[in-house]
């Protein structure tokens, strides 16, 4: 850690800091909205952040991915005429959780992948992300040290970390540097406030332990043995498909393609709406055929999706612990619950071949 990438602003001065940040361009942040809930959304002025939350009902990802997301215009005249859309703005996102900025490289990963998806990397240019570290869990529902992301690490433009009386706050890029530079309310870090961090660092390790019984290393091997396990069968009884876990949870991208036709039928607009592999139509292909009827099925492929396939693809796990599947679903369905279930299903198994 070195400390010319590290400056300090004094606990005092979070409220000037905020909001001399808006003077700069739109901030949203976590806002609370009551009986426990909290919500990014664009804030006026410095009151009505939240600097101590729980992760937010629906994930920042909405700046990215917009739960409707125009994609092109056109209009029939003696010529077809096709304009692409695409909805931008600056747009500065402040108090982002490690957990969430997980969320948002799982996201970099896929829609950078081939074929590229222009819109979300236009929009993801334009928005800088200024992180606030935890230092203690959420909640019971959180799982982010088993996936690695209780740590700050890139994905970032400045990373918030709360100390005694000062934040700590690392640099990680020139759009971060320059709000440090505009807002002129920083001090530069000292050797003896690293060594504040590093504490802060030590303790952090012996609070977040690991929350499920397995290491992350293991996943793809228990993965590989779970497809027939019996938790699916399970959930099936369970789960009412309404989707609420997949549209709160940060890593799912999933959409549908949709068309508005002017009742002229000379213009029109296509867009894309958020979708859910729970949701019944998701996996309907022509004929009629669902090759995922089952909720068995359904809730099985969104484990396998969160840990499993995407490690061969991207080398990352999908889950970023935030817990927001946990706490939304109202069939009382828990991912670390699934997880342990999954883990103690298979070494059963294991045992029962060596006896
Ligand atoms: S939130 Fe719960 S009930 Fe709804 S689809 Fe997800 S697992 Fe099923
Ligand atoms: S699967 Fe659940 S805990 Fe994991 S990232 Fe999605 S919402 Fe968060």
């Not at 952040?49 to 990802?61: A, E």
């Not at 869990?137 to 209780?150: K, L, P, T």
């Not at 433009?157 to 709360?162: C, I, K, V």
């Not at 039928?265 to 859910?276: I, P, T």
Request: aromatic share 12%; glycine share 4%; with cysteine.
């Amino acid at each position: 850690m070195k400390t010319e990438h590290y400056r300090i602003l004094e606990k005092s001065k979070i409220t000037d800091f905020l909001d001399k940040l808006n003077t700069i361009s739109k901030i949203a942040a976590p806002v609370y909205k009551g009986f426990n809930n909290y919500a990014f959304q664009t804030i006026k002025s410095a009151e009505e952040v939240s600097l101590k939350y729980i992760p937010t009902v629906i994930p920042p990802k909405k700046y990215f991915l917009p739960t409707k997301d125009s994609l092109l215009e056109f209009t029939v005249g003696n010529e077809l005429k096709v304009e692409p859309t695409v909805e931008y703005e600056n747009l500065i996102l402040f108090g982002v959780h490690t957990c969430d900025i997980a969320g948002i490289r799982c996201l970099n990963m896929v829609l950078s992948d081939k074929p590229k998806d222009t819109a979300y990397l236009i929009r993801k240019k334009h928005i800088t992300i200024i992180g606030l570290e935890c230092n203690d869990y959420c909640d019971e529902f959180a799982s982010c040290a088993f996936v690695g992301a209780h740590l700050p690490t890139t994905g970032y433009d400045l990373m918030f970390t709360e100390l005694e009386d000062y934040f700590i706050v690392h640099i990680h890029s020139t759009k971060g540097s320059d709000i440090i530079e505009k807002t002129g309310l920083f001090k530069p870090a000292q050797t003896i406030h690293m060594e504040e961090l590093k504490v802060l660092r030590e303790k952090k390790s012996a609070i977040f332990n690991n929350e499920i019984p397995t290491e992350r290393r293991y996943l793809p091997d228990l993965f590989d043995r779970s497809f027939n396990a019996s938790i699916w069968k399970e959930l099936e009884q369970k789960c009412l498909s309404c989707g609420n876990c997949t549209a709160v949870c940060p890593t799912c991208y999933c959409f549908d393609i949709k068309e508005n036709v002017d009742l002229s039928l000379q213009a029109g607009e296509r867009y894309r709406v958020w979708f859910s592999c729970q949701l019944d139509p998701f996996a309907k292909v022509a004929g009629g055929i669902d090759f995922r009827r089952e909720r068995s099925a359904r809730q099985r492929h969104r484990f396998y999706r969160k840990f499993r396939y995407h490690i061969d693809r991207y080398g990352m796990v999908f889950c970023t612990g935030c817990g927001r599947c946990s706490r939304t679903c109202m069939a009382g369905i828990k991912l670390k619950e699934v997880l342990t279930s999954l883990i103690r299903e298979s070494e059963a198994k294991i045992w029962r071949k060596w006896l």
